[in-house]
């Protein structure tokens, strides 16, 4: 006896695969998948994952995945996996510098050289361990944004943007094609910083006011190149005319410098206790706005995934129901296919369904 749908693209594999080798019956609920599946798409029953049904066809759809959130999370893990790092170095050198104090007499001082070098190392290792997510100030990156070396501009201060007189100053930045040009009008600090922004909006440059001195700041990546590399040039007024002449940058202070930590004596040792003391305040501050980050991130992950799991949920319960509502899969048609499927073989319908010349 023909099978009416041998024929048609059926997925025979699921339809069998709850009765086993010898099937009795027919999944019902993968029936709206018979009419579709090209005979390429089968696939034994063994193939299907663990605790799934092969029946759901199509509409099985591949967990919750957002790479960019992902990638988060992992920066942040690995941030706070640096932080842990150092603060150990940091706890660890604290620990023998007290002990050292307390009893000058003992030998444990000789050990504290190797504890310092292990917080020097640890904070050299900072750009490339923290995941982007510590700066040089011991403060966590905004999402997005790379960790970046604070430094002003010698001659270009709050001072040169007040001063009166109009002149144009001109930036050559490395791996610029041409300078970048400031018009200052001389009507004051405002407009004068408002036109250095407006020209460096299309570099990595950026410049700010703050407590009355004006800082610049570079991606760190660049910062040794702009470092080396950065020329200006003015009409004359405010700054030198003629060739363009290489600028004098003063970056800011670390937040901590522990090659500079001294241990010669008991004196040197408090100091550099204090020193180690305030390194711990900023980087316990700095792990629980890290941890606070990783929390909201890791939440809305999790809320992603249920709210995708829940229309997942909602685009295979409507696709069956339209499946189930074709005229295809009409009783008179279910009455006719259900008992020629009985005690039929898997195989056999694999079989059936193979291109003319493989079967």
Do not use: C
């Not at 522990?258 to 408090?270: F, K, N, T």
């Amino acid at each position: 006896m023909q099978i009416p749908v041998v024929h048609s693209p059926p997925r025979a594999s699921e339809v069998l695969q709850r009765s086993g080798a010898s099937s009795t019956g027919i999944a019902l609920d993968a029936l709206p998948a018979l009419r579709r599946v090209a005979p390429q798409d089968l696939a034994p029953a063994s193939a299907a994952a663990p605790g799934t049904s092969s029946s759901a066809g199509k509409y099985r759809t591949s967990p919750f995945r957002e790479p960019g959130q992902q990638q988060r999370l992992g920066e942040l893990q690995q941030g706070l996996a640096y932080a842990e790092r150092l603060g150990q170095a940091l706890q660890e050198l604290k620990s023998g510098l007290s002990r050292a104090l307390a009893q000058p007499q003992l030998a444990s001082r000789q050990a504290l050289p190797a504890k310092l070098e292990a917080v020097q190392q640890a904070w050299q290792a900072r750009a490339g361990e923290s995941g982007g997510q510590l700066d040089a100030r011991l403060q966590p990156v905004a999402e997005g944004e790379q960790p970046r070396q604070l430094f002003r501009v010698r001659g270009l201060d709050v001072q040169a943007l007040s001063s009166a007189g109009a002149e144009t100053l001109r930036l050559a930045m490395p791996g610029q094609p041409r300078a970048t040009l400031v018009p200052l009008d001389g009507q004051g600090l405002q407009r004068g910083l408002q036109s250095l922004q407006r020209a460096l909006a299309a570099t990595d440059m950026r410049a700010h006011s703050q407590g009355g001195e004006l800082l610049f700041s570079a991606p760190e990546s660049q910062w040794p190149a702009l470092r080396d590399g950065l020329s200006l040039r003015g009409d004359g007024k405010r700054f030198p005319s003629g060739q363009m002449v290489r600028a004098l940058l003063d970056p800011q202070p670390d937040a901590i410098s522990p090659s500079a930590w001294q241990l010669d004596d008991s004196q040197a040792q408090r100091h550099s206790l204090v020193q180690v003391l305030d390194a711990q305040a900023k980087l316990d501050r700095a792990q629980q706005q890290l941890r606070q980050r990783l929390d909201s991130a890791a939440a809305l992950t999790a809320q992603a995934a249920t709210e995708t799991s829940a229309a997942q949920q909602a685009r295979f319960a409507a696709g069956f129901r339209a499946e189930a509502s074709e005229q295809v899969l009409d009783f008179e048609r279910l009455s006719a296919l259900a008992p020629a499927l009985l005690g039929l073989h898997r195989n056999q319908v694999q079989q059936l369904l193979l291109p003319p010349g493989q079967a």
